[in-house]
């Protein structure tokens, strides 16, 4: 069945820096991945998203990239802040369904 | 205005018991999902509902019984709790169910069964 793969479990960087989340799917019929962050004790919410027909997006400080070919995509944030401290979680909807199938989440920690 | 909104916010109960969560979206939209998230935070869909008639209904354990009297509303039943029950459940929501849809969580319901 469809399988989103999602590196790193945990991510440390010193405030400033940047981070990457890298995630990987199996159908190759998706053609929508978004990215939700969750903070502590509150809801998962939509940061930036991305479809097949695109390479690369960015919002301000976030970008996200889609490799088709490799079946990969990344989430990009630059000049982190403490306030990026949450769990992100990828996903990938394939095409002509509506099931979003859910990265295993990465714990971000910005250390001031 | 909470866009998706779902009670209780927590729960405690003991096993064997019979227990409800309700969620209500003002959005206006068409679909809705009740999802599960475990102490390892994985998010995992359990059923989805578009216009109150089911569309996803994954490998959950028959205690567990999704209603949709309306479009804007989706209650999640569960009988007979069990100490593996213990988890965050999220209502959402989306204008409809094809794929580019944004999802909107509702803010969790800690259910905790002791």
Known sequence: ?112 | DTAVSQTPKYLVTQMGNDKSIKCEQNLGHDTMYWYKQDSKKFLKIMFSYNNKELIINETVPNRFSPKSPDKAHLNLHINSLELGDSAVYFCASSQTYTSGNTIYFGEGSWLTVV
Request: aromatic residues 10%.
């Open chain 1, 1 to 112: 069945g469809e399988n989103v793969e999602q590196h790193p479990s945990t991510l440390s960087v010193q405030e400033g820096d940047s981070a990457v989340i890298k995630c990987t799917y199996s159908d190759s019929a998706s053609n929508y991945f978004p990215w939700y962050k969750q903070e502590l004790g509150k809801r998962p919410q939509l940061i930036i998203d991305i479809r097949s027909n695109v390479g690369e997006k960015k919002d301000q400080r976030i970008a996200v990239t889609l490799n088709k070919t490799a079946k990969h995509f990344s989430l990009h944030i630059t000049e982190t802040q403490p306030e990026d401290s949450a769990v992100y979680f990828c996903a990938a909807v394939p095409s002509g369904t509506y099931k979003y199938i859910f990265g295993t989440g990465t714990r971000l920690k910005v250390l001031a």
